[in-house]
């Protein structure tokens, strides 16, 4: 094999180190976009299943204070206090107030769990977005630098005599 011949190869060389670097770029991009795009979905799934978790405790929040309520009555009733007026009637005021109140908390924590997913599912979707277009650049870049590789050797063999 004359040296003509192994100038050669390393001029291919140069341009398939070029190549393969920009698809191993692009390819990485790609995979690192997916996952991004996974994990958004994962994090909307959350926030879907946080506010459905919310709504549900609420719900129970409810019902206990209206049995809670209830005992109240019951407990007025049983010993002929008038539940409709007065002190009794101010105390199922105030323990349906608060139960309003807890079960409105519990409404906005769930809110704010879900808002902190969804917050998260944009910033992956960023990543993701980030992730193909660095890809690119840095294909791109090594098709440059495949290019360069290419130049410096053709200019250095020809400089020797290798190629005339």
């Not at 390819?27 to 549900?56: L, P, R, T």
């Not at 005021?93 to 908390?105: I, S, W």
Request: charged share 15%; proline share 1%; net charge positive.
């Amino acid at each position: 094999m004359g040296i003509e011949s192994l100038a050669g190869i390393g001029l291919i060389a140069s341009i398939a180190q070029g190549a393969l670097g920009a698809f191993s770029a692009i390819a990485s991009g790609q995979q690192a976009s997916a996952m991004a795009s996974y994990k958004a979905q994962v994090a909307e799934n959350n926030a879907k299943a946080a506010i459905d978790a919310g709504k549900a405790q609420e719900e129970q929040q409810r019902l206990k204070t209206a049995g809670m309520i209830s005992t109240q009555r019951a407990t007025a009733a049983a010993n002929n206090i008038d539940v409709n007026t007065g002190s009794p009637l101010d105390i199922q005021v105030t323990t349906a107030g608060l139960g309003e109140m807890d079960a409105q908390t519990i409404r906005n924590k769930a809110l704010k769990e879900a808002y902190n997913y969804r917050t998260q599912a944009s910033i992956y979707q960023a990543e993701g977005q980030n992730a193909k277009a660095g890809s690119y650049l840095n294909a791109f870049s090594s098709i440059i630098g495949g290019a360069t590789s290419f130049s410096d050797k053709w200019n250095n063999y020809k400089r020797v005599g290798v190629y005339s």
